[in-house]
């Protein structure tokens, strides 16, 4: 939130806000008297969204699509795209569509993932479940990550800046690795009882040998500006 230079009073919009937990846990926005407009792809999304909120001021939540934004021209002063981009079929339409609602000066924060994030897990899913954590319809240089995300939006903001943050996360129960292999969709599908008790096994050496299953985390945020 620290990181949404924005002025006192601006309408702030908000893509594919999800249950909009972003604004719930946070009170700088209501004394910086941001106006929010959150919006979901997701009528269920949009409804948990209104919930979450509800009796906050200065919020209006609707259901739309980030390629047709039912906003007018040059009415918001920020746009948030946290962690959906890569889910649009037609970003450079997304991305008109955002540049017509920022007014002179306005700024898009879009969060992503880096190629690295996750690495480990990834290369632990491969052998089991090819492609298990990639993207299944799209090559690499089309997907909106950390090293592919400036050049696309270059095609249509003034300005594009980043800024990165890496860590690491110190997994210590070889089950939790299987809980979250489970609940990929692909995995979950294909995965044999066997490949299950092998990956538990493979996890579980690496606790025993390092203290921890080890894993990196890589994602940043663009600031592209009108």
């Known amino acids: ?20 937990v972003l604004w719930a846990k946070r009170t700088s926005w209501r004394d910086n008297g941001w106006r929010l407009v959150l919006s979901d792809l997701s009528e269920g999304m949009a409804r948990e969204a209104h919930k979450e909120l ?5 919020v209006h939540v609707l259901r739309s699509d980030a390629q ?38 306005g700024k898009l924060f879009a969060v992503t993932n880096s190629f690295v ?3 480990e897990l990834k290369e632990l899913f491969e052998p089991f479940v090819p492609g298990a954590m990639t993207p299944s319809s799209v090559g690499e240089l089309h997907w909106f990550a950390m090293e ?30 299987v809980d979250y292999a489970m609940s990929i969709d692909r995995v ?14 493979q996890v579980q050496r690496a606790i025993d040998r390092d203290g921890a299953f080890v894993v990196h985390t890589r994602v940043g945020m663009f600031t592209a500006a009108v």
């Not at 939130?1 to 909009?20: I, K, S, T």
């Not at 599908?189 to 008790?197: D, F, G, R, V, Y």
């Open 1 to 20: 939130m620290e990181q949404l230079n924005l002025p006192q009073g601006a309408r702030v919009l908000e893509l594919g806000c999800g249950h909009g």
């Open 148 to 177: 592919t995300g400036a050049a696309q939006l270059s095609r249509h903001f003034n300005s594009v800046s980043e800024s990165h943050i890496g860590g690491e996360l110190r997994v210590t129960e070889a089950q939790a690795v």
């Open 54 to 58: 509800a009796g906050t001021g200065n």
């Open 68 to 105: 047709a934004i039912p906003l007018a021209d040059r009415s918001c002063d920020g746009v948030v795209a946290n962690h959906m981009l890569y889910h649009v079929p037609d970003r450079d339409r997304c991305f008109r569509e955002v540049r017509r609602v920022l007014r002179e000066g």
């Open 188 to 201: 979950r599908a294909q995965i044999t009882e066997t490949q299950l008790s092998a990956l538990r096994a």
């Open 117 to 119: 994030h996750l690495r």
